[in-house]
Structures are given as structure tokens and as C-alpha cells.
């Protein structure tokens, strides 16, 4: 009995760790990506524009947008200290938490004052602070803003576009030599296909056929 309660307990440590809340001062990157006492952080439930995000209409001038969501942020918080309750890693080794400072739900104040959208794809915390910040015309709203989600995806598929016009005819299968050697093949639908650059002079290559990759010493990325 007591060597199964030891067992429980060495399985418990790794989640009495990951709730132990990250305190530190925050160093702004943008409008929702901070250091906080050296960890990188990304703020949950919420997505602002991206640093070289432009926002405008037909009728309004273009304007740098994310690099102002970006500078309000930083002249909130910019050195005050945060606290933030870890929820997961996202696949960039970020930690994705809920910050507080003096009480404050970080989140929920950026997306209240319109420098930040409720990111519905994963909570729905924020969903009416941002409704109220859009009636009120706060921020962002009514600026002609393009949803930084949607505005990635299109910087994706413009770069997509680019990077296949590269590819000899009926060879749209990537081979990548990742930072550490490793020579992984990419095909189109995957989820890191559209990221993916192929630079000829670091030896990466195009494929024809699956086949063909793995013939050259190429493996199948996993994802």
C-alpha cells in the first residue's frame, strides 16, 4: 500500500509544477505575446493583430494597426508585474496562460478596450467584452480591421502561392532539413506545408512522388 501511494504521488509532481503560477515582470512583444520574468507567454482566449498587420477601408487610409495595438499594450503593462496561471504549451513552446495584473484579467482588458478580439476558436471567455468594445466603437472596432486569424491565413496562401510558383511542374512536395539535420518531407493539407521554404542552397529540394523522398533519405513529417 505504501509503495502505491508513492507512485501516486511521483505522478502527481508534474501537475503540482504546472500549477505553480509564473510571476514575474512583463516585457511586452505584442499585443498578445509577453515575457514574463523571462518565459515567453501567450495570452489565452485572445488574438490581436499581428505586428505587421495594416488596417483601413475603402474610404479610410491604410494604417499600421498591429503596431499600435502593440504600443498601447506596451504602455500598459511594460514592466509591471504579472501573474499568470499556466493552460497548456502551444505548438511554438509557448506558454499559454491566463495573466492577472493587480487583479486583472489581462485578457478581458485588452479585448474590452478594443486591442484585441475574443479568440472564439478557443474560449468563449471574452466573447461579450468584445461585442460591448465593438457597439462602443472601442479601439480597433470600426477601424476596418481585418480578424488577425483571417489575416494570417491569407498572408499564408499568398506565401503558399510564391513558394509553389518555385516548384518544377507536378513536384509540390517539400524536402526540408530542419535546424538539427533532420531531412523531413512535407506534402500539400499538412500542417506545416504552407510554412514551409525550400532553400536549394542549404540542399532542400522539391519532390515529385512520396516515393522519391524517402529513396533520397527523406521521412514523412509527422503532422
Known amino acids: 500500500m505504501l509503495t502505491f501511494f508513492r507512485a501516486a504521488l511521483v505522478a502527481l509532481l508534474p501537475l503540482a509544477a504546472t500549477a505553480d503560477p509564473l510571476i514575474g515582470p512583463i516585457r511586452v512583444i505584442d499585443g498578445d505575446t ?5 518565459v ?3 495570452l489565452f482566449g ?25 504600443a498601447e499594450v506596451r504602455a500598459r503593462y511594460q514592466g509591471r508585474a504579472a501573474t499568470c496561471a499556466q493552460i497548456e504549451t502551444d505548438r511554438y513552446g509557448r506558454t499559454v496562460a491566463r495573466c492577472t ?24 471567455d471574452y466573447d461579450l467584452d468584445e461585442k460591448i468594445a465593438a457597439v462602443q466603437g472601442r479601439g480597433l472596432h470600426g477601424a476596418g480591421v481585418q480578424p488577425p486569424d483571417a489575416f494570417r491565413a491569407t498572408a499564408r496562401a499568398a506565401a ?15 524536402g526540408n532539413i530542419s535546424s ?37 533519405g527523406w521521412r514523412a513529417a509527422r503532422r
Not at 495584473?101 to 468563449?124: E, I, K, N, T
Request: hydrophobic letters at 35%; glycine letters at 10%.
Open 34 to 38: 509577453l515575457d514574463v520574468g523571462g
Open 46 to 70: 485572445i488574438d490581436a493583430p499581428e505586428l505587421d498587420q495594416r488596417c483601413g477601408t475603402a474610404s479610410a487610409p491604410m494604417w499600421a494597426c498591429g503596431a499600435w495595438a502593440a
Open 40 to 42: 515567453r507567454v501567450r
Open 160 to 174: 503558399a502561392a510564391a513558394s509553389l510558383a518555385d516548384a518544377p511542374e507536378g513536384c509540390t512536395i517539400k
Open 101 to 124: 495584473v493587480d487583479g486583472q484579467d489581462m485578457g478581458r482588458a485588452l479585448v474590452r478596450d478594443g486591442l484585441a478580439f475574443a479568440f472564439r476558436r478557443y474560449s468563449m
Open 180 to 216: 538539427d539535420g533532420k531531412r523531413i518531407y512535407h506534402r500539400p493539407g499538412q500542417r506545416n506545408y504552407d510554412e514551409t521554404r525550400i532553400d536549394t542552397r542549404r540542399g532542400e529540394r522539391w519532390f515529385c512522388t512520396p516515393e522519391d523522398a524517402e529513396s533520397a
